[in-house]
């Protein structure tokens, strides 16, 4: 019989790459890169999340729409994290009248990510036509929470959803909040079989300084970029493509971090929240069960598991 005592932090139901090397090789391209470019008046952020979604969509047991809807704020959430340090995180939370309900993505300056939707599986009314995510949004809030190291509090900032486009409000957030003409793109790439193949985002943001002519042409320049989970993996990735993309505005890596999805929960914090249930409710959980009581985080939906003896030793301890 399988001892679930020893299931102590999460689990990656599926590891992306049929073999170890094909999984270090994932893991090599899996990057965040930042960079400035027209004399240092602009600054952005691109990501290959390949990776990354993928072993979110296993772990979360997604479907296609489900996929690209938590998929793009993943991605989003690596990028806002490009400016963080230290402990720092932050989160992207959205709240919605559409199918979606919502979501909640958080990401720190490690480049770990985790997050969830707060409706699996999304309810559709009929076979997708196109992925224009505004229906499935509907009306509602995005909102964008920091949490620098040391601070007492957080800073959150909340904008009405305009657009039903996770990047397109961002972008909107950005504008409304900051006053910083910003620019998000979101991409995940499905195969004939619903597979992801490809997932990449890009981060665009004005500096001080950054003349009109500047960001006239850099809209020229994005108008009709390719869709970033398409070139992502493609040999020479960032580089060539930032060459080939924004040569004329010669930008210039800072630098480059690892991406992945990563959850911390583990088994003694699941312990922690159920010592704080009422007394008889533990004692009555511990009576009746069904064994074993499954708990699931909701950030990777790990499964904990606690056995009959546990659940009542757990209730003779709590005050």
């Not at 999984?23 to 602009?42: C, I, N, P, V, W």
């Amino acid at each position: 019989m399988r001892d679930y005592r020893k299931d102590n932090a999460m689990e990656k139901k599926k590891r992306y790459g049929e073999t170890v090397k094909a999984q270090l090789l994932a893991s090599t391209r899996d990057k965040l890169y930042h960079f400035m470019m027209a004399g240092e008046t602009l600054r952005g952020a691109v990501v290959n999340g390949t990776r990354m979604v993928n072993e979110m969509r296993w772990n979360h047991e997604l479907g296609v729409l489900e996929t690209l809807v938590l998929g793009h704020a993943y991605l989003a959430a690596v990028l806002l994290s490009a400016g963080l340090k230290g402990k720092d995180r932050l989160s992207i939370g959205v709240e919605c009248s559409g199918p979606i309900k919502g979501l909640s993505v958080e990401a720190n300056a490690y480049g770990e990510v985790r997050g969830y939707l707060k409706q699996v599986p999304i309810p559709i009314q009929a076979p997708l036509e196109s992925f224009n995510l505004s229906p499935f949004f509907g009306a509602g809030f995005l909102s964008v929470t920091r949490y620098p190291e040391g601070a007492k509090h957080p800073f959150t900032g909340k904008v009405m959803m305009e657009n039903g486009s996770l990047a397109k409000d961002l972008a909107l957030y950005h504008l409304r909040s900051e006053q910083i003409p910003t620019s998000f793109s979101l991409s995940v790439v499905f195969d004939a079989n619903g597979e992801v193949q490809g997932a990449g985002g890009l981060f665009l943001q004005a500096m001080p300084g950054a003349e009109d002519q500047t960001l006239a042409h850099l809209e020229a320049l994005i108008k009709d970029l390719p869709s970033l989970g398409h070139v992502v993996n493609a040999a020479g990735f960032p580089e060539q493509w930032l060459a080939d993309t924004f040569g004329s505005m010669a930008p210039r890596l800072l630098g480059r971090r690892g991406v992945e999805f990563m959850c911390h929960c583990n088994r003694d914090h699941i312990r922690t929240m159920l010592r704080m249930l009422n007394r008889d409710e533990l004692a009555e959980m511990g009576r009746n069960g069904p064994f074993p009581v499954q708990i699931k985080c909701h950030n990777c939906n790990t499964d904990y598991r606690f056995e009959q003896d546990e659940l009542i030793a757990m209730s003779k301890r709590t005050n």
